[in-house]
């Protein structure tokens, strides 16, 4: 939760846009901002993006008066904390496959994930034996096709695509290869329920295997918005072309920049049509694969990832990778610089080394090695001084309104006072003030909660209210069916964030989460007590609350990591959660669930739910609230809460017996306690807004 403030000679040879990705990358190491001080090069940059010489004036003297105009040098500033980093160490990098933090040095990344595909999942791993390391499956895709279901023989009968030969031209199941795929060539094939646009599936015939890339993607606003980046993946998409590669048609390729310039300069410069061939084509400028709206995969291609658990691959120039995030069924996500997603794209797989491996072959047959392709500095910086045009910038930020003619035409209503419409499925009038008094509440021990879920460590935001898309066959997808929405019109969780019983259906919703009270699981699913019913976390939460009962999660280490979005909070808070325990808390989260009333506890060193033997089938207590000997009418001594005081956890076993367990309270200030007494923030606001007491 630090402020970073970068400095130094390296910081300052950094252009603007290299420091404006690394600065909004700052949530992904942890930090509450980063900062790059403004200095000449920053000047430099207003100008070249349409602003007149009196605003770049006035931008440098402003910040001259105020003494802090200037990169600082080594020593010029006493800061806490000093970390130092030579830019002559860094070396080309991936970050994956489940999370931001986890770097990967590029040479390293195929052991890596092979290491990884064999890896115990209770460490982090996909739990594959070795024997299935190398299998493929073939299929025939496009939008004529149907997922393949034929019959293997050999031994045991299961549908499955044909694997590839591992020796002497035979299968795993000491059967032919050649036979097989030509079963599979000549079978008869069913229409397909649903229609597929041709142009969205290409027809081919193709294998899948472990690490395969299946989604491309340069998106998001970070790295989009870096020019030199964007150049190097033009231009490594132009040699590619000139070399004759081409992209595997199982890999889903996608351009989403964050900005109408890209188009601009990539257009300009001539290297949008090679980006095409490659099918980088423009989807749309905003938010796409980094939050999980990338689009479904082919239904052929579905069908042998999920029936076969193919540890699959995403590659996008994103920032976020968390489990689930971009695609339901992929498992492997890696965050990397444009020109390196276009050149995975080519090579299809990430088990390859790129700085050595040969990264595919031309129509001739000749071997093209990354290093062939890789641009260089000078090409990139001739192409600079094309994209940067100030006339550009104004015109397409100019009269932005009127350029959007489809928007202006939405029929919208005016007034004081929102409308509510109550047969939306977007937006309806949230809960939030449900039963709002004059007068704030009380502190109040819980007593007796049960426990909603019970999670392990690097629980995050995605996980607990995910923003992607909605499954059918989830609480959320049966909530939109039941208002006539069809499958097809679900949209995301993202786009109807507006609407609280769809976000509470999807919060722990998340296809990958692990729920410990059901061991082997993975999915939005738990035990309600004490009958040990399985259900969904949903459907659990909704009975629990007409039985009267409070409840609890339990968490690990870094919960709450990843985006600041606040339903994670707000669909906890909506499922009667009234307390969460956890190891560590991401620094966000923790003041959201505040925020939303919601009890943050943490537990001390050396103890965890493992440590505890927690399984599902206890009730507990968080006592120290108030003071043992305090009466609800108001008799009694009084008890101040404190920030971050102990209060004790006791926990009520099955088999009768009890553990007292001390705790942190995780409010933090004062006015969190404010915060938490109020039923949240938003009752807080609204008291304080009657009273005239805002100041505002």
């Known amino acids: ?89 860094i070396v080309p990098s991936v970050a994956g496959p489940k999370r931001p933090q986890d770097r990967i040095a590029l040479p390293e990344l195929k052991n890596t994930f092979i290491n990884l595909l064999q890896q115990d999942v209770k460490t982090g791993g996909y739990g594959k034996p070795y024997s299935e390391i190398d299998l493929r499956y073939a299929a025939d895709i496009g939008a004529s096709e149907h997922a393949l279901a034929i019959v293997v023989g050999g031994g045991e009968q299961h549908s499955a695509g044909v694997p590839a030969p591992v020796g002497d031209h035979v299968t795993t199941k000491d059967t032919s290869v050649w036979t097989e795929t030509e079963m599979m060539n000549n079978r008869p094939t069913p229409d397909r329920v649903a229609e597929v646009m041709t ?12 690490g395969d890339v299946l989604i491309a993607a340069i998106t998001s606003c970070t790295n989009t918005s870096n020019p030199s980046v964007m150049l190097a993946a033009g231009l490594l998409a132009k040699k590619a072309v000139e070399k004759g590669l081409k992209v595997r048609p199982t890999v889903k390729t996608s351009l989403a920049p964050g900005s109408r310039v890209v188009t601009e300069y990539l257009e300009k410069t001539g290297l949008q049509p090679y980006l095409n061939q490659l099918g980088f084509n423009l989807v749309g400028y905003g938010c796409t694969t980094c939050i999980g709206n990338s689009g479904p995969l082919d239904p052929s291609i579905e069908d042998i990832v999920t029936d076969h658990d193919l540890i699959a691959a995403s590659v996008l120039s994103g920032n976020r990778n968390f489990e689930a995030r971009v695609h339901q069924s992929i498992k492997a996500n890696f965050l990397m610089s444009p020109p390196l997603v276009v050149a995975f794209a080519l090579a299809g797989t990430i088990e390859k080394d790129l700085s050595k491996d040969v990264l595919g072959q031309n129509e001739q047959g000749e071997d093209v090695y990354l290093r062939d392709i890789w641009p260089s500095m000078e090409e990139i910086g001739e192409k600079m001084r094309d994209a940067f045009d100030a006339e550009t910038y104004r015109e397409l930020y100019s009269n932005f309104a009127e350029q959007n003619p489809m928007w202006n035409s939405i029929p919208t209503s005016s007034g004081l006072t929102y409308q509510w419409d109550k047969n939306s499925t977007y937006i309806q009038e949230p809960p ?68 609280h019983e769809v976000m509470m259906r999807g919060t722990f919703a998340n296809v990958r989460i692990k729920n410990l009270m059901v061991p082997g699981t993975e999915g939005g699913v738990t035990l309600h007590q004490p009958d040990g019913e399985r259900m969904s976390i949903y459907d659990a939460a909704m009975k629990y609350q007409s039985e009267g009962m409070p409840l609890v999660v339990i968490a690990g280490q870094e919960y709450g990591t990843g985006s600041s979005r606040d339903w994670a909070a707000k669909g906890t808070r909506l499922l009667g959660v009234k307390a969460v325990v956890a190891q560590s808390f991401e620094r966000i989260h923790r003041s959201n669930l505040v925020g939303m009333g919601v009890l943050p506890c943490q537990f001390k060193e050396g103890t965890n739910a493992a440590s505890l033997n927690l399984d599902g089938s206890e009730t507990f207590d968080i006592t120290g609230l108030v003071a043992s000997d305090y009466h609800s009418d108001g008799a009694g001594p009084k008890f101040e809460v404190t920030p971050r005081q102990d209060v004790t956890l006791t926990i009520r076993r099955a088999d009768g017996s009890t553990e007292e367990v001390p705790l942190v309270l995780r409010i933090d200030t004062p006015i969190e306690i404010d915060y938490y007494l109020h039923g949240g923030i938003l009752p807080y606001v609204l008291r304080q807004l009657l009273a005239g007491t805002t100041g505002f």
């Open 1 to 89: 939760g630090k402020f970073v403030e970068f400095h130094g000679e390296g910081a300052a040879s950094l252009s603007v846009t290299d420091r404006a990705t690394i600065a909004n990358m700052s949530p992904e190491y942890g930090a509450t901002m980063g900062y790059f001080p403004p200095d000449e090069e920053t000047c430099v940059y207003l100008k070249a993006t349409g602003r007149t010489d009196e605003e770049v004036d006035a931008v440098r003297n402003y910040f001259k008066a105020q003494d802090i105009f200037g990169m600082p040098r080594r020593g010029d500033i006493d800061y806490s904390i000093l970390l130092e980093l030579d830019l002559e160490t």
């Open 199 to 210: 142009e969205e599936f290409p027809k081919a015939h193709v294998d899948l295997g472990h």
């Open 432 to 499: 939030f003030f449900e039963g709002f008094g004059a007068d704030a509440g009380e502190m109040a021990d819980i007593q007796a909660a049960r426990p909603l879920a019970i999670f392990g460590d690097s629980v995050t935001t995605d996980h607990i209210s995910p923003a992607g898309a909605i499954k059918a066959t989830s609480p959320a997808g049966v909530y939109l069916q039941q208002k006539r929405v069809d499958v097809a019109d679900f949209n995301s969780y993202g786009s109807r964030r507006g609407n």
